[in-house]
């Protein structure tokens, strides 16, 4: 049970966040503000808010699954995807043209690109499959407090019981749209940052505890405790391994650089940076901060793994294990076995701050997400279908009632929905609705000038369907197989597959992702009649804004540190920065070059690789999360400071309020059209509402 040490070292840090957030609500006056706080955020903030909303706890449990599944295996393949990783990050990859663009949602840069009808359907896609992947973030996060805070599973109010997790979703998700309607993103983000701040300092002093708490002695002995091909330490014993396996990261691998930013969870971030070199910066210096995390995460894990499977550990086990018994639905007490364990191990004060740790996660993960698909309703389905302009004021309100609707939805849908897979496997089904398609589209529209609306269509629909197709087949094997098995009598790998679909989600994506890429190709070149106006969109050259412009010279002649995305707008420090995440990130990615191959060759024993675990996973961590600790606390006060002057001087503008009009148009496909829309809609006797056009 917690303490009341516990409880105030919870209530305190989160009376902080509140005032701070409250005191922001009177700067937003716009639209602007609201979706994209301004536009104001500077990269310590960005990155630190960013990074607070990772913490959310359904991403803590799902996490939590696959370490005490997996241990560190799976994050020796994770390694494959390093050139990648460092290649989005340091190029700006997709982040950095979506920011010159200046739209405030995804849906809205399809309109720009493409045409308002798909701008309409990618919009409705997506706010589907985002709100279905929340659908068991409120369910999921309560019963981790239920559970971890050694609350009662049921409450017995006066006339009937009720279970406790139901009431922890209703006041928690109160509490998380109190936050998000009372300044949307500039509240979410300035919350998000102070939270993500205190975090750092909890990170250290949690890291401390468990350091001293545990010896790796015990650690090793418990993770080498395991059946053949199920290792938790040796990446090459894992040949047993069903779900969390090679393919797992060898098909994530691919989905990560084919979807970059198509995922909308949280999308206001980015966009809401003070310019697409701050955005940059932001998620290059994302890598050092994600160190802290890591290693807290990390560390947490497997101590509790320790704390479950070591025999000088076992009275407190099966305590554990007691609670554990007390759950009917197996796939809950899998979820809930970790935060049982954590509850019981951790002491008085850790515990306060680990539970405070969660909560601002849980805050900010929630209400980010809230936020993202509640305006993606209004912004990318409802706006887009208005004939009127709203003002701002109506505008506002219409986003605040979208949130809302979003967070009654989770409530419902968590307390009936059934669980019965990994957290990481729901999201991949879910998400895969959308993200199949979705990432062809917005590549190929950002970099590719002979993408058409026809061949966006093409992949998005196709993308859709198969990854629908795949979660029907999932979900309806056991009827669907044996009508397959009359029509195909000689199919043995039908009539070995009788209770699950032989092709796992993981696998029906990629091929979801092949089919989208090969489509929008195709189509397109067929459809081409003339390139797309990159210029406009991308707002360069002649059609450049004057507040994202960054002042610095050019470079006169090529270098090879444009290789990494050093250009010409990096200063002194951004090039030192840059260069240490790739030195760091690089000089790991060879080692997993060189060992791999050692392994191939000569298999280091599990003693060896205890040790590389040790220092890589937990010692080397945790110096640099001391430094970066001091360092990202100056940059988010500094962040946090100027946001507050910029704010005493900024006036949003009321036609910057995500609608696309005539000059934004780049293309002949949406252009048309518009024009289409504007015969039919618009009294030529009256102006034009909104920004002025091209015909003024």
């Given at each position: 049970?917690?303490?009341?040490?516990?409880?105030?070292?919870?209530?305190?840090?989160l009376a902080?966040?509140?005032?701070?957030?409250?005191?922001?609500?009177?700067?937003?006056?716009?639209?602007?503000?609201?979706?994209?706080?301004?536009?104001?955020?500077?990269?310590?903030?960005?990155?630190c808010?960013?990074?607070?909303?990772?913490?959310?706890?359904?991403?803590?449990?799902?996490?939590f699954?696959?370490?005490?599944?997996?241990?560190?295996?799976?994050?020796?393949?994770?390694?494959?995807?390093?050139?990648?990783?460092?290649?989005?990050?340091?190029?700006?990859?997709?982040?950095?043209?979506?920011?010159?663009?200046?739209?405030?949602?995804?849906?809205?840069?399809?309109?720009?690109?493409?045409?308002?009808?798909?701008?309409?359907?990618a919009?409705?896609?997506?706010?589907?499959?985002?709100?279905?992947?929340?659908?068991?973030?409120?369910?999921?996060?309560?019963?981790?407090?239920?559970?971890?805070?050694?609350?009662?599973?049921?409450?017995h109010?006066?006339?009937?019981?009720?279970?406790?997790?139901?009431?922890?979703?209703?006041?928690?998700?109160?509490?998380?749209?109190?936050?998000?309607?009372?300044?949307?993103?500039?509240?979410?983000?300035?919350?998000?940052?102070?939270?993500?701040?205190?975090?750092?300092?909890?990170?250290?002093?949690?890291?401390?505890?468990l350091?001293?708490?545990?010896?790796?002695?015990?650690?090793?002995?418990?993770?080498?405790?395991?059946?053949?091909?199920?290792?938790m330490?040796?990446?090459?014993?894992?040949?047993?391994?069903?779900?969390?396996?090679?393919?797992?990261?060898?098909?994530?691998?691919?989905?990560?650089?084919?979807?970059v930013?198509?995922?909308?969870?949280g999308h206001?971030?980015?966009?809401?940076?003070?310019?697409?070199?701050?955005?940059?910066?932001?998620a290059?210096?994302?890598?050092?901060?994600?160190?802290?995390?890591g290693?807290?995460?990390?560390?947490?894990?497997?101590?509790?793994?320790?704390?479950?499977?070591?025999p000088?550990?076992?009275?407190?086990?099966?305590?554990?294990?007691?609670?554990?018994?007390?759950?009917?639905?197996?796939?809950i007490?899998?979820?809930?076995?970790m935060?049982?364990?954590?509850?019981?191990?951790?002491?008085?004060?850790?515990?306060?701050?680990?539970?405070?740790?969660?909560?601002?996660?849980?805050?900010?993960?929630?209400?980010?997400?809230?936020?993202?698909?509640?305006s993606?309703?209004?912004?990318?389905?409802?706006?887009?279908?208005?004939?009127k302009?709203?003002?701002?004021?109506?505008?506002?309100?219409?986003?605040?009632?979208?949130?809302?609707?979003?967070?009654?939805?989770?409530?419902?849908?968590?307390?009936?929905?059934?669980?019965?897979?990994?957290?990481?496997?729901f999201?991949?089904?879910?998400?895969?609705?959308?993200?199949?398609?979705?990432?062809?589209?917005?590549?190929?529209?950002?970099?590719?000038?002979?993408?058409?609306?026809?061949?966006?269509?093409?992949?998005?629909?196709?993308?859709?369907?198969?990854?629908?197709?795949?979660?029907?087949?999932?979900?309806?094997?056991?009827?669907?197989?044996?009508?397959?098995?009359q029509?195909?009598?000689?199919?043995?790998?039908?009539?070995?597959?009788?209770?699950?679909?032989?092709?796992?989600?993981?696998?029906?994506?990629?091929?979801?992702?092949?089919?989208?890429?090969?489509?929008?190709?195709?189509?397109?070149l067929?459809?081409?009649?003339?390139?797309?106006?990159?210029?406009?969109?991308l707002?360069?050259?002649?059609?450049?804004?004057?507040?994202?412009?960054?002042?610095?010279?050019?470079?006169?002649?090529?270098?090879?540190?444009?290789?990494?995305?050093i250009?010409k707008?990096?200063?002194?420090?951004?090039?030192?920065?840059?260069?240490?995440?790739?030195?760091?990130?690089?000089?790991?990615?060879?080692?997993?070059?060189?060992?791999?191959?050692?392994?191939?060759?000569?298999?280091?024993?599990?003693?060896?690789?205890?040790?590389y675990?040790?220092?890589?996973?937990?010692?080397?961590?945790f110096?640099?999360?001391?430094?970066?600790?001091?360092?990202?606390?100056?940059?988010?006060?500094?962040?946090l400071?100027?946001?507050?002057?910029?704010?005493?001087v900024?006036?949003?503008?009321?036609?910057?309020?995500?609608?696309?009009?005539?000059?934004?148009?780049?293309?002949p496909?949406?252009?048309?059209?518009f024009?289409?829309?504007?015969?039919?809609?618009?009294?030529?006797?009256?102006?034009?509402?909104?920004?002025?056009?091209?015909?003024?």
């Open positions: 049970m917690m303490s009341w040490i516990d409880w105030m070292i919870v209530a305190i840090p902080v966040v509140a005032v701070i957030a409250f005191r922001t609500q009177k700067h937003v006056n716009g639209v602007a503000e609201f979706m994209a706080g301004g536009r104001l955020g500077g990269r310590y903030l960005v990155c808010a960013k990074g607070e909303t990772s913490m959310a706890v359904v991403s803590m449990v799902a996490m699954e696959l370490l005490y599944e997996a241990g560190f295996t799976i994050a020796w393949w994770q390694k494959m995807t390093v050139p990648l990783g460092l290649f989005i990050a340091l190029t700006g990859y997709v982040y950095y043209r979506y920011r010159e663009t200046r739209a405030m949602t995804l849906a809205q840069f399809f309109e720009i690109r493409y045409s308002k009808s798909f701008r309409l359907f919009g409705f896609l997506g706010f589907l499959s985002g709100v279905l992947n929340y659908g068991i973030f409120p369910a999921v996060s309560a019963r981790f407090f239920v559970y971890f805070c050694g609350l009662p599973q049921e409450l109010l006066p006339g009937f019981p009720i279970q406790t997790f139901i009431v922890i979703m209703a006041i928690y998700l109160t509490l998380a749209l109190t936050l998000t309607l009372t300044g949307g993103q500039l509240t979410v983000m300035i919350a998000d940052c102070v939270e993500g701040m205190l975090a750092l300092v909890m990170f250290l002093i949690i890291i401390i505890a350091l001293v708490m545990f010896d790796w002695q015990h650690i090793q002995e418990a993770m080498s405790n395991t059946p053949p091909g199920k290792s330490l040796n990446p090459f014993d894992i040949g047993n391994a069903k779900d969390f396996n090679i393919w797992y990261v060898l098909i994530g691998m691919i989905s990560s650089i084919y979807g930013m198509a995922w909308q969870g206001a971030f980015n966009s809401c940076a003070r310019n697409a070199h701050e955005a940059k910066m932001g290059i210096i994302g890598t050092w901060r994600g160190v802290t995390k290693v807290m995460i990390s560390l947490l894990a497997i101590c509790a793994v320790t704390y479950l499977k070591h000088d550990f076992a009275a407190n086990a099966a305590k554990v294990q007691e609670i554990l018994n007390q759950i009917s639905n197996p796939q007490q899998t979820q809930m076995r935060p049982v364990a954590i509850n019981f191990m951790l002491p008085v004060a850790i515990k306060g701050m680990l539970c405070s740790i969660m909560l601002f996660g849980l805050l900010a993960g929630d209400s980010s997400y809230l936020h993202s698909w509640g993606i309703f209004i912004q990318d389905i409802v706006l887009p279908l208005r004939q302009p709203l003002t701002p004021k109506m505008h506002i309100n219409l986003l605040r009632a979208a949130i809302v609707g979003v967070a009654l939805f989770g409530f419902f849908f968590s307390i009936f929905f059934l669980q019965t897979d990994y957290i990481l496997m999201f991949a089904l879910t998400g895969a609705i959308f993200l199949a398609g979705a990432g062809s589209v917005i590549a190929g529209g950002l970099y590719w000038k002979k993408g058409t609306t026809a061949g966006a269509w093409a992949a998005m629909i196709s993308g859709s369907s198969l990854a629908v197709a795949g979660i029907i087949l999932q979900q309806c094997w056991r009827t669907i197989q044996p009508g397959l098995l029509f195909f009598p000689n199919a043995q790998w039908l009539a070995n597959n009788h209770d699950k679909f032989p092709v796992n989600g993981q696998i029906m994506f990629f091929w979801a992702i092949v089919a989208a890429i090969l489509l929008y190709v195709i189509v397109s067929l459809t081409w009649k003339e390139d797309f106006n990159m210029e406009k969109m707002h360069r050259g002649k059609y450049a804004v004057a507040d994202d412009q960054v002042k610095t010279e050019f470079a006169k002649r090529w270098r090879w540190s444009s290789i990494i995305g250009d707008q990096f200063t002194r420090g951004d090039k030192i920065i840059s260069v240490s995440v790739f030195s760091w990130t690089m000089f790991w990615w060879v080692i997993f070059i060189v060992v791999t191959i050692w392994n191939i060759f000569s298999p280091w024993p599990v003693s060896w690789w205890a040790v675990w040790h220092y890589y996973a937990i010692i080397i961590p110096i640099i999360a001391i430094i970066t600790t001091v360092w990202f606390l100056w940059g988010g006060i500094h962040d400071r100027q946001l507050y002057r910029d704010l005493k900024y006036k949003s503008e009321a036609g910057d309020d995500g609608t696309v009009t005539h000059e934004e148009l780049a293309s496909d949406n252009y048309a059209d024009v289409k829309e504007e015969e039919k809609n618009i009294d030529a006797s009256k102006p034009y509402p909104g920004k002025h056009s091209s015909m003024d």
